[in-house]
């Protein structure tokens, strides 16, 4: 099985959205503050486009057979001065996912691999992403990757 990994096309917008479905799915059953559904899977794609667009950043897809198996947004940041300068100017993973029958494969290494390209080329010596507690899977495969935990977000639910 080949597989490319290329610039998003707005004819992928039906193939993406089945994938951030997926991904929807999956995080809303690690953690009860994620929304799922058709129309999260859509939001998240607007959301997606309209960062890329104001942050410098890209959307890639992994294809295969003329599929979309793979999903990469990613956008231009800069972290406050609490951070070594050197690290300030970085690449954030927006969103990241491959099809569920394709897990495993390497595919998300592909698409990993493609973000750090990206931050290369554009003078970044950092990349970020975020990860749902208890999503054991994803955390390996991003250590795996190089990646490191650098600090954790926290939610207290107000009523």
């Known amino acids: 099985m080949s597989i490319t ?3 998003m096309r707005e004819t992928d917008h039906e193939g ?6 997926q991904l929807a799915a999956w995080e ?4 009860h503050t994620r929304a799922s559904g058709p129309a999260t899977a859509r939001a998240l794609l607007e959301a997606d486009s309209a960062q890329t667009r104001e942050h410098g950043g890209a959307q890639f897809v992994a294809e295969t057979e003329g599929a979309c198996v793979g999903y990469l ?3 231009l940041g ?17 969103n990241i996912v491959v099809a569920e029958d394709q897990r ?13 390209r990206f931050a290369r080329e554009r003078g970044c010596r ?8 208890g999503n054991e899977a994803a955390l390996r495969a991003y250590r795996r990757a190089g990646f490191e935990p650098v600090s954790y977000e926290m939610l207290k639910r107000l009523d």
């Open 126 to 133: 950092a990349l970020q992403l975020g990860a749902l507690t």
């Open 28 to 31: 809303a059953a690690l953690s």
């Open 5 to 7: 990994i290329r610039t």
């Open 104 to 116: 495993g494969t390497g595919i998300g290494q592909m698409l990993l691999a493609q973000a750090e």
């Open 16 to 21: 993406v959205t089945g994938l951030l479905l």
């Open 73 to 75: 947004a990613l956008r």
């Open 78 to 94: 800069r972290t406050g001065p609490y951070v070594h300068d050197d690290l300030r100017d970085h690449v954030l993973i927006e």
